[in-house]
């Protein structure tokens, strides 16, 4: 049998240990990255959530003018109309109660949606957790 004949490789250069203060310097370039991208998250999230809440606005805004230019318009034709079977303001009545329910389901729509929105950075709280316990971590 042949023997193997190869020595073994050297041992690679031990790595010195970092200074604590290179350790504090890095930790701290680290946390500084860490924040700004949690900023970038943050205002990325908000701003998602007030353009929703622009487009329930919105809505709130047309549901207002629908239910107003309704009011305007279609009262006086159908009041006239009406006028011709039944008394003026029975007319009158009927007619806006009509209007007036179309323009509440409108307004109680965006109303719902504008409630139903969460404007709490939810995801960057997360990752702040998260980077707390990393932080806590590497202190150590």
Known sequence: MRENTQSPAPPSPARPEASLGEL???LSREMTALVRQ????????????????SRSVGILAMGGLVAYGGFLAI???????????IEWWL??????????GIGYF???????????LDFAPR????TLKEDLAWAKD???
């Open 75 to 85: 009262i006086a034709a159908v009041i006239m109309l009406l006028a011709h079977v």
């Open 106 to 116: 409108l307004v109680r729509r965006a109303l719902t949606a504008l409630q139903q």
């Open 91 to 100: 007319a009158a009545f009927l007619v806006g109660l009509i209007v007036a």
């Open 138 to 140: 590497q202190t150590t």
């Open 123 to 126: 995801q960057t709280v997360a």
């Open 38 to 53: 949690e900023m970038a998250l943050a205002t990325t999230e908000v701003g998602r959530n007030a353009r929703e809440a």
């Open 24 to 26: 504090f310097s890095n």
